[in-house]
């Protein structure tokens, strides 16, 4: 692994870029449920 982030075909299934993509996909379901805890509708989402 050189340089950290890999580009390229191979680098769609790497421990890697799955890790950051359920970080990310946990991030936007915490901004998604402050949301509703603000009470916002969840059209507004």
Do not use: D, F
């Not at 340089?3 to 299934?13: E, V």
């Not at 993509?21 to 603000?38: D, H, K, V």
């Amino acid at each position: 692994m050189k340089g950290g982030i890999i580009t390229g075909k191979r680098a769609r299934l790497t421990p890697t870029v799955q890790r950051t993509r359920s970080a990310a996909r946990e991030r936007w379901r915490g901004g998604c449920n402050a949301l509703l805890r603000r009470g916002h509708p969840p059209s507004a989402l």
